[in-house]
């Protein structure tokens, strides 16, 4: 998976977080298709962030690039 695309795509995601006050950045890319994202701001204590980041986010990402196995913060 190369990287810029992944970051592309995340750059889509991230006005919807800024708006609620968070944000999203990318960590790592694993070979074996999972990504790593820290969700940062107010994202990052939010209770309902794993809602966001599995429905949301990881959602998302499958759609535009089906390899990716799950997204998952750290």
């Known amino acids: 998976m190369e990287?810029?695309?992944?970051?592309a795509t995340l750059?889509?995601?991230?006005?919807s977080l800024q708006a609620d006050?968070?944000?999203v950045e990318l960590v790592s890319?694993?070979?074996d298709g999972v990504i790593k994202?820290?969700?940062?701001?107010?994202?990052?204590?939010?209770?309902m962030s794993q809602i966001t980041l599995k429905q949301g986010?990881?959602?998302y990402m499958k759609e535009a690039h089906p390899?990716?196995?799950?997204?998952?913060s750290v």
């Open 29 to 31: 890319i694993g070979d």
């Open 37 to 47: 994202v820290r969700l940062t701001g107010m994202c990052g204590g939010c209770p």
């Open 11 to 15: 750059d889509t995601i991230r006005p």
């Open 57 to 59: 986010i990881e959602r």
């Open 67 to 72: 390899e990716i196995k799950s997204v998952e």
């Open 21 to 23: 006050g968070g944000d």
């Open 3 to 7: 990287q810029s695309k992944i970051q």
